[in-house]
């Protein structure tokens, strides 16, 4: 199937890259029910803090990574993820890369990651894609013992006693 013409299969698969790698990573990540909210996945970085995450596949065009910033309900025009999700999950079709942009950064409907310098060597208000990498995100956002955590969660027996309520902590 061509991924160019088929929108829901490309969003999907991003979708589940980002899943992948997220929970690789040690999150414990959470999957809404319906196509319909404002988001597509949610994590949890440390005990009871959720990060609401828009996931949306990015494109690769003239040294930087484009992604579409603003949603559509099909039909009442777009709208703004603003105080709908907390960050953009960007998956990179052609390299399988994932990146992470807090929903506050994104001022127009498209947002670029420059993933080569300018060939103006512009550098004010560029945004480098290493800046955003998921790795690096995970890194400053979910301290290890929590990434041990959610690793121990996910590879427990299947119903095993969830280790926070075993040793008593809330």
């Known amino acids: ?4 013409l088929d929108t829901r ?11 992948h790698a997220l929970t690789a990573a040690g999150l414990l990540v959470l999957v809404p029910f319906g196509r319909f909210g404002p988001y597509d996945l949610v994590a949890e970085l440390t005990p009871g803090d959720f990060v609401r995450i828009q996931v949306k596949s990015g494109r690769m065009r003239g040294g930087c990574i484009e992604f579409n910033c603003r949603g559509t309900d099909h039909g009442g025009g777009s709208a703004c993820y603003a105080g709908r ?3 953009f999950a960007v998956h990179v079709h052609s390299t399988g890369e ?3 942009v807090p929903v506050a950064q994104a001022r127009a409907s498209k947002m670029y990651l420059r993933t080569v310098p300018a060939a103006n060597r ?3 208000g560029v945004r480098y894609a290493d800046e955003y990498r998921l790795s690096r995100w995970v890194a ?3 301290p290890v013992e929590d990434k041990v955590l959610a690793r121990q ?3 427990a027996p299947r119903g ?3 280790p926070r309520v075993s040793d008593g902590q809330p």
Do not use: S
Request: hydrophobic fraction near 50%.
């Open 9 to 19: 299969l490309r969003g999907d698969i991003a979708e589940a890259a980002v899943l």
């Open 1 to 4: 199937m061509d991924l160019r």
């Open 160 to 162: 095993q006693i969830h």
């Open 98 to 100: 994932q990146f992470i």
């Open 153 to 155: 969660r996910a590879t």
């Open 85 to 87: 999700a907390d960050v």
């Open 140 to 142: 400053q956002h979910a």
């Open 122 to 124: 512009q550098v004010r």
